[in-house]
C-alpha cells in the first residue's frame, strides 16, 4: 500500500495531536520534522522537540518516537520542491 503524501507542518500537527493524548505531555509545545535520506522505511524524522519551559519530560521523547515510528508507516513527507509546482 502506498504511503499518502503530507506536508511538514501536517506531520507536526499530527505528531502533537497523539503527544497531547498523553498529560505528561500537555507542555510540548512544538515538533519539527525534517525531510531524511538514506533510510528505507521513511523520508522524515523529527529533528527537534521544544517544551514550555524548556524542560522535555523524559516520558515524551519515548511517546514522540512511538507516534514517529506509527506515522511514518503511514505518511511520506511531500518534498518541499513539490509544494512550489504552478500548474
Known amino acids: ?8 507542518p501536517e506531520l507536526e500537527r499530527l505528531i502533537l495531536l497523539e503527544m497531547h ?4 505531555c500537555a507542555g510540548v509545545a512544538a515538533v519539527t520534522v525534517r525531510e531524511t535520506s538514506g533510510r528505507a ?13 524548556g524542560a522535555l519530560p523524559a516520558p515524551c521523547r519515548s511517546l514522540c518516537m512511538a507516534a514517529v515510528a506509527k506515522l511514518q508507516q503511514e505518511y ?12
Do not use: Y
Request: charged share 25%; proline share 3%; aromatic share 8%.
Open 76 to 87: 511520506e513527507l511531500l518534498p518541499e520542491f513539490e509544494l512550489d509546482m504552478d500548474f
Open 21 to 24: 493524548r498523553h498529560a505528561v
Open 1 to 8: 500500500m502506498a504511503k499518502r503524501l503530507k506536508t511538514a
Open 41 to 53: 522505511a521513511a523520508n522524515w524524522a523529527v529533528a527537534h522537540i521544544s517544551a514550555l519551559g
